[in-house]
């Protein structure tokens, strides 16, 4: 994994320099800058203008701890101790329970959804010791990313994908006249209790979903490596300004009839919740037909789709008359504009994913597969549900009304 590699690579060049033994891996803790011997205080970076002065003279910074998501704790000269504590604009790290450290609320602001991401996924960094390569040498904790699957550089176009690969993909079930479960739509589960899918994956000529499954690969086998799960569903809950007509605001979320318990195969996945999405493309999945008007698959599919600027979508659709003005916000255009490569009927509802620079075995949903022309053909992208224009509304659904 070339990716863990180049971390661990980093974190010895760092620590070689500047590990200190007086800092006590927490934040507001006094410590010495080794490389000036004035006192400090261990503090996030981004608080620490002269620690990040220092470092671009050539100094560099003495690093009390270094966290999830490359967030340093460096030693702050002539900083002060704050008292600070946990808010609803702090962040707690997860993963610590019995000892948890408060950031000050003016440095880190991370909306609830990405604290439970952190939290859910502490499991996918391990706390290594390293020692530095000094003649007396101190060992300092670091964190590395410990999955199977580093952000794949990966639905028609697309390759089957492999066990616990996508252990957050969730596959909804419908009843049947004859009593058999009909699968049909995908998912995203998001949290202990919940799966995010499109709306129109809710109200269907099937009725509602009965049924969702978690840690699946291959619906024609009941025994393969992932080990499925079966939920029922408890509730769903449509967005109420949903429209089926124009497909607007497409998106839903369904609570499970019990509790999720995470595994290797079966782990939530995070919610993307800024406006603009760094990389230029992103992972969609699920079992839908790999041909338009084909039948679905059993395995499931990954196919990676360039993330598009909207005005290509506008002109796509624009001969729609809900869209003459153009798509709205609430919408994200994807797809491979040369063809060949899409998402398609029994798609819907799964999710499009992409993963951070900094931590590829942690997977994000920007986007909620919604609705197409036809499938995988030249200049015909297909519109995803973006998620980041839900985020209060899904927040206050999954996580606060649970507390």
Known sequence: MLSQHRHITIYLFLLYFSTSSNCQRTVNKPCTVKST???????????????????ENGLPPTICEILVSSIYVVCCEGAQVTNVQASENSFVDADRNDNPIVFENENIRLPLSERKCLEYNKDNVERVEVIPLLSDPRPSGV????????????????????????????????????????????????????????????????????????????????????????????????HPDYNPISKNNDIAVIKLSKKVKFNEFIRPACLWN????????AIATGWGATETGGSTTDILQKVTLDLLDMSICDRTYGNIKYYKNGLPKTMLCAGILQGGKDTCQGDSGGPLTITKEDNQCIFYTVGITSFGRMCALENTPAIYTKVSEFIPWLQRIVWESES
């Open 274 to 281: 800024k406006q603009k999405i760094g990389p230029p493309s």
């Open 37 to 55: 011997g004035a006192s400090g205080v261990c503090k996030v970076d981004k608080s620490c203008p002269k620690a990040k002065a220092d470092a």
């Open 143 to 238: 964190l590395i990313t410990k999955c199977k699957f580093d952000g794949l550089p990966l639905v028609i176009g697309g390759k089957p994908s492999l066990p616990g690969e996508f252990p957050f993909m969730a596959v909804l079930g419908y009843s049947t006249t004859d009593d058999s479960i009909k699968w049909n739509c995908g998912g995203t589960l998001i949290s202990d209790f919940y799966v995010m899918t499109a709306a129109h994956c809710i109200i269907t000529k099937f009725g509602r979903p009965v049924l969702v499954r978690l840690g699946e690969l291959d619906l024609s086998k009941d025994d393969d490596n992932s080990l499925p799960e079966d939920f029922g569903v408890n509730d769903v809950r449509v």
